[in-house]
């Protein structure tokens, strides 16, 4: 090869790798700006909206909902072997639930679900009547949580396939439904998680905080009704 040919060839490598690397910036950004739109038909709904995206990650939503702080995240899941990825949507309710020990309940567990706290949890629990029978419930500690029933006529939250999760803690409320499932086909051949239609209806976001808040003003009512008597002060003759 002449020294000429040799220059041609440098360029024409440079060149290529210019463009590659110019379509690869302009993916990304496009990947970017299609996933920041999530969220963009629910802002109304909050009081003191804010939007935060890391990167090429789905943006993280906060905001206060009928007095309480909240926190809305959407994560992709593709670990599970053999099944098409799906984008989780996690509404987390900040309000604390003082004295509540830690419950989950997880539908249809294949042992890697990452976003779940529930093989962390040392206890599982038997199923009480009227929850769903597909339900994994993990505490870590049994003993000091409130009777079941109080959660009971909340389990019809899991009667849509796309519920997955009921968590609550000392923290507050979350739960956990499938937004999206990838498109089957083109994670077939591209091993891609392409999402179609995007944008989150605001009657979905609008139905989890609802529940979310139930959820709550229950298990606080409860608590409180089974909260150890405070000591009576003493009286002296």
Same mark, same amino acid.
């Given at each position: 090869?002449?020294?000429?040919?040799?220059i041609?060839?440098?360029?024409?490598?440079?060149?290529?790798?210019?463009?590659?690397?110019?379509?690869?910036?302009?993916?990304?950004?496009?990947?970017?700006?299609r996933?920041?739109?999530?969220?963009?038909?629910?802002?109304?709904?909050?009081?003191?909206?804010?939007?935060?995206?890391?990167?090429?990650?789905?943006?993280?939503?906060t905001?206060?909902?009928?007095?309480?702080?909240?926190h809305?995240d959407?994560?992709?899941?593709?670990?599970?072997?053999?099944?098409?990825?799906?984008?989780?949507?996690?509404?987390?309710l900040m309000a604390p639930?003082?004295?509540?020990?830690?419950?989950?309940?997880?539908?249809r567990?294949?042992?890697?679900?990452? *976003?779940?706290?529930?093989?962390?949890?040392?206890?599982r629990?038997?199923?009480?009547?009227?929850?769903?029978?597909?339900?994994?419930?993990?505490?870590?500690?049994?003993?000091?949580?409130?009777?079941?029933?109080?959660?009971?006529?909340?389990?019809? *939250?899991?009667?849509?396939?796309?519920?997955?999760?009921?968590?609550?803690?000392?923290?507050?409320?979350?739960?956990? *439904?499938?937004?999206?499932?990838?498109?089957?086909?083109?994670?077939?051949?591209?091993?891609?998680?392409? *999402?179609?239609n995007?944008?989150?209806?605001?009657?979905?976001?609008?139905?989890l905080?609802?529940?979310?808040?139930?959820?709550?003003?229950?298990?606080a009512?409860?608590?409180t009704a089974?909260?150890?008597?405070?000591?009576?002060?003493?009286?002296?003759?």
């Open positions: 090869m002449t020294t000429g040919e040799t041609i060839l440098i360029i024409l490598v440079v060149a290529a790798a210019v463009t590659l690397g110019g379509i690869y910036r302009r993916d990304r950004r496009r990947l970017k700006q996933r920041s739109i999530l969220f963009s038909q629910c802002l109304t709904l909050l009081e003191g909206p804010q939007l935060r995206q890391n990167d090429l990650d789905y943006p993280v939503l905001g206060r909902y009928q007095g309480h702080s909240v809305i959407a994560i992709i899941d593709h670990i599970a072997v053999r099944k098409v990825p799906s984008l989780w949507l996690r509404a987390n639930l003082p004295g509540m020990p830690t419950l989950d309940i997880l539908m567990a294949h042992n890697v679900e990452f *976003f779940s706290p529930s093989n962390d949890l040392p206890h629990l038997d199923l009480p009547l009227g929850w769903p029978k597909d339900a994994t419930i993990r505490s870590d500690d049994p003993a000091r949580l409130p009777p079941p029933e109080i959660l009971t006529p909340h389990m019809n *939250f899991f009667d849509k396939p796309q519920a997955k999760e009921m968590l609550l803690t000392a923290k507050g409320v979350r739960l956990v *439904f499938q937004a999206r499932q990838a498109d089957r086909l083109q994670y077939q051949v591209l091993r891609q998680a392409d *999402f179609e995007p944008v989150l209806a605001p009657a979905l976001l609008q139905d905080l609802d529940r979310l808040i139930a959820i709550h003003r229950d298990v009512t409860a608590l089974h909260a150890p008597d405070s000591k009576a002060p003493e009286t002296h003759s």
